[in-house]
Nanobody, 124 residues
Framework: QVRLVESGGGLVQAGDSLRLSCVASGRTSRSYTWAWFRQAPGKEREFVAIMRSTNITIYSDSVAGRFTVAIDNAENTLYLQMSSLKPEDTAAYYC??????????????????WGQGTQVTVSS
């Protein structure tokens, strides 16, 4: 069983930066995929970024160049560094984990384990 706990959300102004964290417990797999998704009110959960166990990262077009995903394996923590935030980035952000390589990485149903979410609100 894997438990994920996010933190770091908050209210910021457009152009600001914010770093989200996701701490995992119970993770034991040599091959895995971490992901960040977000969900705005009334919208479907949207793919943001992934990091594979090979350290390959993939970003959605809407955040590429502004967001960076990183991992601290010693601390079992996934990070999402968000820069140049825009009001349209406002959403609840969720980390997800799948203890395997996932060819289809941008679909929520791919992932078995989810955090509880952390709210990011960007004011204009």
């Amino acid at each position: 069983q894997v438990r994920l706990v996010e933190s770091g959300g908050g209210l910021v102004q457009a152009g600001d930066s914010l770093r989200l964290s996701c701490v995992a417990s119970g993770r034991t797999s040599r091959s895995y995929t971490w992901a960040w998704f977000r969900q705005a009110p009334g919208k479907e959960r949207e793919f943001v970024a992934i990091m594979r166990s090979t350290n390959i990262t993939i970003y959605s077009d809407s955040v590429a160049g502004r967001f960076t995903v990183a991992i601290d394996n010693a601390e079992n923590t996934l990070y999402l560094q968000m820069s140049s935030l825009k009001p349209e980035d406002t959403a609840a952000y969720y980390c997800a984990f799948e203890p395997a390589y996932v060819p289809i990485y941008n679909t929520p149903r791919t992932y078995e384990y989810w955090g509880q979410g952390t709210q990011v609100t960007v004011s204009s």
